[in-house]
């Protein structure tokens, strides 16, 4: 995942800017149960190696994004739209790439003249390859399991890591790794069958899936049952009204209780796999859900993991007989 700067303009003005985003990631990343094996600061963007938590990518970005926009604007006085568009985001199949991808992405800073070499890009705090390199600490960066690869003794596997590393200094730029090779463009997931029925099967754009054929294939064919899902949901008629009402009915509660707060358990259950239905059946935004609820977007976050723990347990359908 790349974000960059509007017309390639700085993101990080200053050390403070760099540590403001990473104490962002230190909260949010475990909040949103996200995973990041590889990440760098550069001047005017910045690379992440993420693999999303239960609700994906998109309420981390947000948060991650907005925040720290509004922040470096009041702290620089400036106004106006801080990165380029959206972030830029690859699908790549673990196996094939990750050890790949984590050495891209940690000499980046090198390339850039940030650093001058490996010594000194293991003392840079920006960037994931000072954990694996054992010169420093990062607790929402997954090191272990990047290291795991390498070996079973954390030493050894330091070494083997960072002789990687060091093979890669001469191998250059991997155009191939940022949007070249097995790409599609989807304009959003929920694009993906208009753009299938249309032919159009390799065009370049904002979301991209990096793999051998079947990976990509077998990423298409999941996007697209999603797609599917959610479409026959609103063919049926369904909307976060009915979804409550739905949900109401399997409680013994009125629909308009699932709007109020209250602690009792059955409310807070209903709650729960009211958020869950929305998210998961109707793709609503967890900040649409958090307007209507009165709740923070990190409190539905929870709500959506509790929900889903509460269908599987209780073996509750949205479209179905609540018995």
Not at 136 to 163: H, I, P, T
Not at 231 to 238: A, H, N, P, S, T
Not at 301 to 313: D, L, M, N, Q
Request: glycine share 10%; hydrophobic share 35%; aromatic share 10%.
């Amino acid at each position: 995942m790349i974000i960059r700067g509007i017309e390639r303009k700085n993101i990080f003005k200053d050390t403070a800017d760099k540590e403001n985003l990473t104490e962002r990631l230190s909260r949010l990343i475990p909040e949103t149960q996200t995973l990041c094996y590889a990440w760098a600061f550069l001047s005017n963007h910045a690379h992440f190696l993420f693999r999303s938590g239960p609700d994906g990518l998109s309420g981390l970005m947000q948060r991650l994004l907005t925040g720290y926009a509004v922040s470096f604007n009041r702290r620089h006085k400036r106004h106006g739209q801080l990165f380029q568009n959206r972030y830029k985001s690859i699908v790549c199949q673990e196996d094939a790439y990750l050890l790949e991808l984590v050495r891209y992405i940690h000499l980046n800073p090198l390339r850039a003249g940030m650093v001058q070499d490996l010594k000194a890009l293991a003392d840079y705090a920006f960037s994931g390859h000072r954990l694996l390199a054992g010169a420093g600490d990062c607790s929402w960066q997954e090191g272990d399991y990047v290291l795991g690869y390498f070996g079973k003794r954390v030493s050894a596997a330091r070494k083997a890591y960072q002789d990687y590393v060091s093979a890669g200094m001469t191998i250059g730029r991997r155009p191939e790794l940022v949007g070249g090779g097995l790409v599609r463009s989807m304009g959003g997931w929920s694009e993906i069958k208009k753009i299938r029925l249309r032919g159009m099967d390799r065009i370049k754009g904002d979301e991209r899936i990096l793999g051998d054929s079947d990976f990509v294939e077998s990423v298409l064919s999941e996007a697209n049952e999603t797609f599917d899902h959610r479409y026959e949901r609103k063919q049926q008629g369904y909307d976060m009204s009915r979804v409550a009402e739905r949900v109401a009915s399997i409680y013994g509660l009125d629909r308009d209780d699932i709007f109020q707060k209250g602690r009792q358990k059955d409310r807070v259950d209903a709650r729960d796999l009211f958020c869950f239905w929305c998210t998961r059946e109707l793709g609503l935004s967890q900040t649409e859900l958090a307007r209507s609820l009165g709740m923070t977007v990190p409190g539905i976050g929870y709500a959506v993991r509790r929900g889903e723990s509460i269908a599987v347990r209780e073996g509750y359908q949205l479209v179905g007989n609540v018995d």
